[in-house]
Nanobody
Framework: QVQLVESGGGLVQAGASLRLSCAASGRTFTRNAMAWFRQVPGKEREFVAAFSWSAGNTLYSSSVKGRFTISEDTAKNTVYLQMNSLKPEDTAVYYC?????????????????WGQGTQVTVSS
């Protein structure tokens, strides 16, 4: 089992920055990738960014590429999502997720463990 706890969400104005954190505990050594997804009411969970230890690379959705950065602090078992130049359309609940097996990084079905989510609201 892997436990994930997100933090860092909040209410900001358009153009501002936020950094989300995802602290992992438990059998963290079983992970081969971490990702951030987001969801708004009535819509499916949307891929935002992923970091893969096995592939050694990062992936971003086209809607956040160039504005968001995913990173990790191995010593702290924490993954971050730095969000810059925030837009109202970035408003959502943000979830971090851990991948244990394989599967497409962009698909939520590929991830076995999820955090409880943190709300990000961007006002115009």
């Amino acid at each position: 089992q892997v436990q994930l706890v997100e933090s860092g969400g909040g209410l900001v104005q358009a153009g501002a920055s936020l950094r989300l954190s995802c602290a992992a505990s438990g059998r963290t050594f079983t992970r081969n990738a971490m990702a951030w997804f987001r969801q708004v009411p009535g819509k499916e969970r949307e891929f935002v960014a992923a970091f893969s230890w096995s592939a050694g690379n990062t992936l971003y959705s086209s809607s956040v590429k160039g504005r968001f950065t995913i990173s990790e602090d191995t010593a702290k078992n924490t993954v971050y999502l730095q969000m810059n130049s925030l837009k109202p359309e970035d408003t959502a609940v943000y979830y971090c997720a851990a991948r244990i097996y394989g599967g497409n990084y962009r698909y939520s079905e590929s991830y076995s463990y999820w955090g409880q989510g943190t709300q990000v609201t961007v006002s115009s």
